[in-house]
């Protein structure tokens, strides 16, 4: 069955680089119409999506955020890590990865998600 | 940008119908996913493509999408059913991704 599990430090200082890891199982990134994206969500508000990279490595970023993310997968360890620079204080959240089955042209749902990774950022 | 607009809160007695809406401009042109997400949890996709039901979500829960809205419709609702429910669509000259803000859904 598929899996998504994301890793990554629970605190991290203002200005510093955040490093993420989804380790997923299930498929493989290298079949045709998937992808694994990045989403995040601050304590008791919406979710936000960052970035998501598809088997043909693709890679769209969040509009708001693109200058401050870099996606990257390595499929033969199953795989995506999201990295984020200049962390601030607002971007303490849970931050979770899916997986996209494209459906459309491009997009699709999220059909699978991991359990999140908390992140705060001190200062 | 393109913008989703939801109710902060929908509340219904059990057994009734609830419908989540999700607001945006001709949003008819775009597919909509919707998902529910309780408490400390992660979201489930619970409606895609519109109108489409993952795998073993229940016949309650279905969607629809016209104009400027796009609506969830929980029927027979159930206590379990309390929940936060997001709209979701993909707008490549937006987001690109793009979430509502999330409509708390109360069960009386």
């Known amino acids: 069955q598929v899996t998504l599990r994301e890793s990554g430090p629970a605190l991290v200082k203002a200005t510093q680089t955040l490093t993420l890891t989804c380790t997923f199982s299930g498929f493989s990134l290298t079949t045709s119409g998937l992808s694994v994206s990045w989403i995040r969500q601050p304590p008791g508000k919406a979710l936000e999506w960052l970035a998501r990279i598809d088997w043909e490595d693709d890679k769209y970023y969040s509009t708001s955020l693109e200058t401050r993310l870099t996606i990257s997968k390595d499929t033969s360890k199953n795989q995506v890590v999201l990295m984020m620079t200049n962390m601030d204080s607002t971007d303490t ?17 999220f059909d699978f998600w991991g359990q999140g990774t908390k992140v705060a950022v001190s200062s | 940008s393109y913008v989703l607009t939801q109710p902060p809160s929908v ?7 609830a419908r989540i809406t999700c607001g945006a401009n001709d949003i008819r042109s775009k597919s909509v996913h919707w998902y529910q ?11 895609y493509d519109d109108t489409d ?4 979500i229940p016949e309650r829960f279905s969607g629809s999408n016209s104009g400027d809205t796009a609506t969830l419709s929980i029927s027979r609702v159930e206590a379990g059913d309390e929940a936060d429910y997001f ?13 509502g803000g999330g409509t708390k859904l109360t069960v009386l």
Not at chain 1, 93 to 109: D, H, Q, V
Not at chain 2, 53 to 56: I, N
């Open chain 2, 87 to 99: 709209c979701q669509v993909w707008d490549i000259n937006g987001g690109p991704v793009i979430f």
């Open chain 2, 53 to 56: 039901r993952p795998s073993g």
């Open chain 2, 37 to 47: 997400q309780k408490p400390g949890q992660a979201p489930v996709l619970v409606v």
């Open chain 1, 93 to 109: 959240a849970t931050y979770f990865c899916a997986r996209t089955r494209f459906t459309r042209l491009l997009e699709g749902p």
């Open chain 2, 11 to 17: 509340s219904v007695a059990p057994g009734q119908t």
